[in-house]
């Protein structure tokens, strides 16, 4: 079938895509790759991947390109699912006999419910979706196809038995040529990295076991399966060649530092270095020293790396498997080699206090990561965060579509006894201004912003939208 691989339209400014941690509007405008939706569609011959918040396609627009398909797979979260839902309304309105199929977190763990939410959507698919989208495009019988949940022509549902994890991550093609032939990749863009930078996985799932943390719990498990160095290596020489514009790579991995993965880490990386590649990943703070020394010497730029609390307890309660003393060595192993750290941090976790806020925004500016990000505690549906909300009345049930507000900006979720919902929400305001309005770190953004005339452009476009936030945030 003639198929479309669909982010639709939402929120503007509103990073939805699957590359994505947090569905929400971001502090300042960034959006990361569809690689979710770019797989699949590597697999089904003549298909477009469309991208429509970051091509700033109207409603209308994205219908009239829709229409002209036989399948539309749209991926969908928990906060734009009732905008996705409708969206395949009017598309169906449009054109009655299209297929239009659902992918992503939300419908792997609510495939009942979401297909009972919209007589539009007449599949979604579960688990890791990739080759289940290739067997619904080949016109494969719905019954047949497995990790597939769809509608009966009477109007019931049915769900088919759950499709085996990939194994063999090698098998599947790359997604830059996606990118290249669909995207338009200057529009991708992310505060901390490079501008054009290209975003790729090299492995699925994340043996930690974060409550919080969406993607392992739901589609990519908690085994970590690996593409090989020379399959990751073979993907960015195609990259280097075929997209000269790209100044970064970003490997986009929950950790790509997992510690039974550093041989392949340290042989990605000499790869690289060989092909002058500038690269980036996430990492957990507890990379030893010998191994961070092995990255920095061969190209590694920055680390993405998410701290979450300041406070032990904090980390214990969301099964971080790190301890703030551990984070704070490595953050100073970052320092001495020259390695950049963007922090990511998050409010209202299970143990939240206004202590725990201020101990938090203190061991941020005490270990001071170059760039930080502070979200909400964000309870996804299908998380452990979520069920310990519910069961401890931190968070009334069905209420999860509501994380971001009717702008898309995420909002606080979770209340406590002693913690409201609005003191967790104003905190991130506090934690920022706090963090950012230092004179030493002023300096150091402006003494960033002196050696070159781009970053003093980006970093003033930058400023602009995080005061505009700051100032929303606040009202």
Known sequence: MKTLFLQAPSFDGFDGGAGSRYQAKREIKSFWYPTWLAQPAALVPGSRLLDAPVEELSVDDTLSIAAVYDLVI????????????????????????????MVGAKVAVEPHESLQASPAIDFVAREEFDYTCKEVAEGRPFEHIAGLSFHRPDGSVQHNPPRATIEHMDDLPFVAPIYKRDLKIERYFIGYLKHPYVSIYTGRGCRSKC???????????????????????????????????????????????????MERVHEIARGLHAMGWTWSCNAKANVPYESLKIMKDNGLRLLLVGYESGDDQILHNIRKGLRT????????????????????????????????????????KEINPHTIQ??????????????????????????????????????????YPHLSK?????????????????????WEIVREMLGSWEMTRRRLREGVEFFRFLRAHEA
């Open 74 to 101: 749209i991926h969908t979260s928990t906060p734009s699912f009732p905008t996705d839902a409708k969206f395949a309304e009017m598309l169906k309105e449009r054109r009655p006999g299209i297929l239009i199929g």
């Open 211 to 261: 409550t919080f943390c969406l993607w392992p719990q739901t589609v990519g498990g908690h085994r970590y399966r690996v593409r090989s160095a020379a399959n990751v290596l073979a993907e960015a020489k195609w990259i280097k060649e075929h997209m000269p514009e790209v100044r970064e790579l970003m490997f986009d991995d929950d950790t790509f530092t997992d510690s039974s993965n």
């Open 325 to 364: 003393d551990i984070a704070r060595t490595f953050t100073e192993n970052c320092r001495k080699l020259g390695i950049v750290v963007h922090g990511t941090f998050i409010l209202g976790l299970p143990g939240e206090t206004k202590e725990t806020i201020a101990r938090t925004i203190e061991y941020a």
């Open 374 to 415: 502070v979200s909400l505690a964000a309870p996804y549906p299908g998380t452990s965060l979520y069920k310990q909300a519910i069961e401890n009345g931190w968070l009334e049930p069905n209420t999860a579509t509501n994380l971001v507000n009717d702008k898309g900006v995420q909002l606080a979720m979770l209340s």
């Open 422 to 442: 609005e003191e967790i929400f104003h905190g991130v305001e506090t934690f920022y201004r706090r963090f950012y309005f230092r004179p030493s770190k002023i």
